[in-house]
Nanobody
Framework: QVRPVETGGGLVQPGGSLRLSCAAS?????????LGWYRQAPGKQREVVAVITSDGRTDYAESVKGRFTISRDDDKSSIYLQMDSLKPEDTAVYLC????????????????WGQGTQVTVSS
């Protein structure tokens, strides 16, 4: 099974912006899926950053609310993450997930990941 491909990371100064993209390998039933972005910083657990449901509702981690925006293009089987007002604590590898489920108050991703894209926020 081909893994999703994340792009758009890089080095940016605090207060700057980046736009991440994720190309899913499979378009079959893509529009019916809940999609999300995660991040993993060195020495820390992977955490969910943003989720967009199949009907377009969004959910964000408290730490990124008002700064990050998740979107999707079902025709292109792609997910995007616009990141503004970046902070040093946003530094991490960002990964997308193309099949997520709501379990109680938590989001659970299918264990299928790409390589991720590195985001470094530093002056």
């Amino acid at each position: 099974q081909v893994r999703p491909v994340e792009t758009g990371g890089g080095l940016v100064q605090p207060g700057g912006s980046l736009r991440l993209s994720c190309a899913a390998s499979e378009s079959f039933f893509f529009s019916y899926k809940n999609l999300g972005w995660y991040r993993q910083a060195p020495g820390k657990q992977r955490e969910v950053v943003a989720v967009i449901t199949s009907d377009g509702r969004t959910d964000y981690a408290e730490s990124v609310k008002g700064r990050f925006t998740i979107s999707r293009d079902d025709d292109k089987s792609s997910i995007y993450l616009q990141m503004d007002s970046l902070k040093p604590e946003d530094t991490a590898v960002y990964l997308c997930n193309v099949d997520m489920y709501r379990v109680g108050s938590s989001w659970v991703p299918v264990d299928h990941w790409g390589q991720g894209t590195q985001v470094t926020v530093s002056s």
